[in-house]
């Protein structure tokens, strides 16, 4: 028998519904130079794992199964490969490693290059830190470096009470912008406490009916689902800018954006440190909360993919990974 340390992890043989999931052991990685091995407490759980469980999402990047889903981590650096100088042995750190590549985050230990975390923010526990980077990350980085969002302007959140979403509204508050989001009724509380200036439930009510003169529109629900992407066109002042976010923006919406004198462009997020950093920092100063909707045991990954297919949940999902 091997010597070799292993270590629990989720993964998936084929394709399917959150039954493909299951737990099994594996080798333990170790880090190359520039690296370090970090002992995942929690994992956060986001709609880009059960996508591409289904074989949309990043499989085509991570191409035919067996695979690992799973991006977001929080946990304690174990050991540092060579040249690594930003973290050491025993730091508490959070990330989104390797994103849109295989992180393997549901598991007891992922290996990446050490810019790609952050030290964890001294306010959270390794639950809601896991439940930060990749949410909070899309949100931070279609607000600032795809909308250039800038203070007085306005901007329309859609999904506002999710994972993504409600860091949305945190953050465009906090670059000084006039808040609006879709959201059911009974979240329209929580959401303005959060800095959400106006709300609209799209259950009751047509939002390109209700809302005007938006200078971005952050679109996390698509053109998939009501054309929401589209619809969200005449919302927008001449001039205005749409991020399409989960299912990009097609040449048609282009086009369409183009002939009102408006600007559209998809998105991806991609691992940022630095970001994190400053993101940590606007937590522990109480500029922005994390909410967790629920935190369950890592064995339990393909129902934590259940409750998060439903697309009912406030704030994120978290499997807890250390025992």
Excluded: C
């Excluded at 949309?56 to 540092?80: H, I, K, N, T």
Aim: proline residues 5%.
């Amino acid at each position: 028998m091997s010597n070799e340390p292993t270590m629990r992890t989720i993964t998936q043989d084929s394709l399917g519904g959150p039954e493909v999931l299951y737990l099994t052991q594996v080798a333990r990685p170790a880090p190359l130079p520039t690296e370090v091995l970090v002992r995942v407490h929690s994992a956060g759980v986001n709609p880009v794992d059960w996508k591409t469980r289904q074989g949309g999402g990043m499989a085509q990047v991570l191409g035919d199964p067996p695979f690992r889903v799973g991006w977001d981590v929080s946990g304690v650096v174990e050991e540092v490969g060579f040249g690594v100088h930003t973290v050491g042995v025993g730091d508490e750190v959070y990330g989104m490693p390797w994103f849109p590549r295989q992180a393997g985050a549901y598991g007891e230990y992922v290996t990446a290059p050490s810019r790609q975390f952050a030290r964890k923010p001294t306010t959270l526990d390794h639950d809601h830190a896991a439940a930060v980077p990749l949410a909070a990350l899309t949100a931070w980085q279609s607000l600032v470096d795809a909308a250039h969002v800038e203070a007085g302007q306005r901007v329309l959140i859609h999904a506002a009470a999710g994972g993504v979403g409600h860091f949305a509204v945190q953050f465009a508050k906090h670059l000084g912008a006039q808040v609006i989001g879709t959201a059911r009724t009974a979240k329209h509380d929580w959401l303005r406490s959060l800095g959400a200036d106006e709300l609209v439930d799209y259950t009751k009510e047509r939002f390109e009916e209700a809302v005007r003169d938006v200078d971005v529109v952050i679109d996390l629900v698509g053109d998939e689902h009501e054309e929401t992407s589209t619809r969200s066109l005449r919302t927008l002042r001449r001039g205005g800018t749409l991020i399409a976010v989960p299912s990009g923006a097609s040449p048609g919406l282009m086009e369409k954006a183009s002939a009102r004198g408006l600007r559209a462009s998809g998105f991806l997020v991609e691992p940022d440190g630095a970001a994190l950093t400053r993101i940590g920092d606007l937590i522990d100063q109480g500029a922005v909360s994390v909410e967790v909707e629920d935190v369950l045991p890592l064995a339990e990954a393909g129902e934590a993919h259940r409750r998060g297919e439903e697309g009912r949940t406030r704030g994120k999902l978290v499997l807890r990974v250390a025992s």
